[in-house]
């Protein structure tokens, strides 16, 4: 069920509008900009119906927070407002609302405009999933991966929060495809990413698959003694599934070698970049398969 957010200033409206809208979804209000926000950072909506003046936080300054904020840029916003002037509605428009109805509202034309707007929501995010998700694993995929590590070194760079990256490789996986096939190799991939999933715990945590058997990690506010302990866990919950895997050279069953780097990149001095992270990274992941496989390196 969709979710939608009534935000005015005008408390009799509210309610008025929210029996209108409660057969297109779960309707919640919020009576100030500064309120809508707040519930939004708890709980992004489907839509947002959005009075233009309001004491403290106007609609178009809310309108324009939002366009910024990745999780809440793609939540649609209709300007509902007291204005029927074209200034009012170019206005609400520049901010990135998708529509604008005025006062007092037609209940058939909120209707019709509201399911418009939801109809192309759920489009917009399933677009949105399947364009991050590796439809093999349901991992995020590739470039889902990229755009996040950017967007978290951005934020270690900026608060001075440390940031880690594991990078892991499959085992002997290519003997694997040989001696079971295929699409044994798939369902292979399948379990070793649910193992991962289970133990990349934090809501922050982001796991990807971002190669054929080889998977990432990032680990925003993580220190490299929390990093090897994440990742130690991630190479035994692997292990101790036990697919079996009888051409591997290392056990008998499946496993994983992990690479973990940890780095708090400063604003002034360091030269750490993005780039240097990932070849880091994947020199540990290089010495964890140089020592025997199956461990993790730093
Ligand atoms: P190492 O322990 O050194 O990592 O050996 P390895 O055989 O795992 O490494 P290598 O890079 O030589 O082989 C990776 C193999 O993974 C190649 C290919 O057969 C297999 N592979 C890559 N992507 C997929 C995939 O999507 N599905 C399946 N089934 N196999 C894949
Ligand atoms: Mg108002
Ligand atoms: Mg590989
Ligand atoms: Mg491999
Ligand atoms: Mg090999």
Redesign the pocket.
């Given at each position: 069920m969709p979710s939608l957010l009534i935000v005015d200033d005008n408390v009799q409206l509210i309610p008025v509008m929210a029996r209108m809208l409660a057969p297109l979804g779960q309707v919640r209000f919020a009576t100030s900009g500064e309120d809508a926000l707040a519930q939004m950072r708890q709980h992004a909506p489907d839509l947002v119906l959005l009075d233009a003046e309001m004491p403290g936080m106007s609609g178009y300054d809310l309108c324009q927070v939002m366009r910024c904020d990745p999780a809440l840029d793609l939540v649609p916003v209709i300007f509902v407002t007291g204005h029927d002037d074209l200034g009012a509605e170019l206005r609400g428009l520049s901010c990135g609302a998708v529509d604008f109805i005025s006062k007092p509202v037609s209940e058939p034309l909120l209707i019709a405009r509201v399911r418009t707007q939801l109809r192309l929501k759920r489009l917009t995010d399933e677009l949105r999933r399947s364009a991050t998700t590796d439809a093999?694993t349901g991992l995020d995929n590739r470039g889902s991966f990229d755009q996040r590590l950017d967007a978290e070194w951005a934020r270690a760079v900026r608060t001075g929060s440390a940031l880690t990256l594991v990078l892991m490789?499959?085992?002997?996986?290519?003997?694997f495809?040989d001696h079971y096939g295929?699409p044994a190799?798939?369902s292979c991939?399948r379990e070793v990413a649910a193992a991962i999933r289970d133990q990349a715990r934090r809501p922050a945590d982001l796991a990807a698959r971002i190669g054929?058997?080889e998977f990432a990690v990032l680990m925003p506010d993580t220190d490299e003694a929390g990093a090897l302990q994440a990742a130690e866990r991630i190479r035994a919950a692997v292990a101790a599934r036990s697919i079996p895997h009888e051409a591997s050279l290392t056990a008998d069953h499946v496993t994983v070698s992990l690479g973990v780097v940890s780095c708090t990149p400063d604003r002034q001095g360091s030269r750490m970049t993005v780039e240097s992270l990932m070849a880091a990274a994947d020199r540990a992941l290089y010495d964890a398969?140089a020592a025997g496989?199956n461990r993790c390196a730093a």
């Open positions: 093999l490789d499959v085992d002997h996986f290519k003997r495809n295929h190799g798939d991939l054929g058997e398969k496989r």
